[in-house]
T-cell receptor
Framework: NAGVTQTPKFQVLKTGQSMTLQCAQD?????MYWYRQDPGMGLRLIYY???????DKGEVPNGYNVSRLNKREFSLRLESAAPSQTSVYFC?????????????????FGAGSRLTVL | QKEVEQDPGPLSVPEGAIVSLNCTYS??????FMWYRQYSRKGPELLMY????GNKEDGRFTAQVDKSSKYISLFIRDSQPSDSATYLC?????????FGTGTKLQVIP
């Protein structure tokens, strides 16, 4: 059981280049998320998809776009990379959305994608 | 004021010590509380999940929640070098989760 798989693990870009981070989960989860993790800032939500066919902005969406390709896959695109987007990006999924106390909102994270923009 | 405050550490303890990791939060509407462990260059993994005040135990780990004080703790008994990692508190409710910045723990053999 692979859980949440992210590719690539590492990437170096030049300012202005574009790239797409890929994420796939095999747990039949409905909700998927993209976070960025920066020193001293904690994890911050970029975009999320509560269910297949829907996407919503999170806390720091500027400079990013997402696509929920199907129930399994959720990609994050940087159209014109900037040095401020140097970060570690984590994809996560949960069985259900973030409300409720059923435990279905427990997040399962991927291993991360380390992006450097020069 | 941040919604969740967590001491960043680093916290260094000898093997076998009892470790206490803490978070405070400001929004009384938060309903559930999670602790994650993150090894270097890895993704966070779930340790404990709870939504009620009181203690929840799992092996060497105990999660404690005090909703009246808006304070949560994770205790690690008989700490091991393999416990060396960053510990994140994640607090959620009403379609939102908020992350602590993480406490880096080093257990010295």
């Amino acid at each position: 059981n692979a859980g949440v798989t992210q590719t690539p693990k590492f990437q170096v870009l030049k300012t202005g280049q574009s790239m797409t981070l890929q994420c796939a989960q095999d747990m039949n989860h409905n909700s998927m998320y993209w976070y960025r993790q920066d020193p001293g800032m904690g994890l911050r939500l970029i975009y999320y998809s509560a269910s297949e066919g829907t996407t919503d902005k999170g806390e720091v969406p500027n400079g990013y776009n997402v696509s929920r390709l199907n129930k399994r896959e959720f990609s994050l695109r940087l159209e014109s990379a900037a040095p401020s987007q140097t970060s570690v990006y984590f994809c996560a999924s949960s069985e259900a959305g973030l409300a409720g106390l059923s435990g279905a909102n427990v997040l399962t994270f991927g291993a991360g994608s380390r992006l450097t923009v020069l | 004021q941040k919604e969740v405050e967590q001491d960043p550490g680093p916290l260094s303890v000898p093997e076998g010590a009892i470790v206490s990791l803490n978070c405070t939060y400001s929004n009384s509407a938060f309903q559930y509380f999670m602790w994650y462990r993150q090894y270097s260059r890895k993704g966070p993994e779930l340790l404990m999940y709870t939504y009620s005040s009181g203690n929840k135990e799992d092996g060497r780990f105990t999660a404690q929640v005090d909703k009246s004080s808006k304070y949560i703790s994770l205790f690690i008994r008989d700490s091991q070098p393999s416990d060396s990692a960053t510990y994140l508190c994640i607090i959620g409710g009403y379609q939102k989760v908020t992350f602590g910045t993480g406490t880096k723990l080093q257990v010295i053999p």
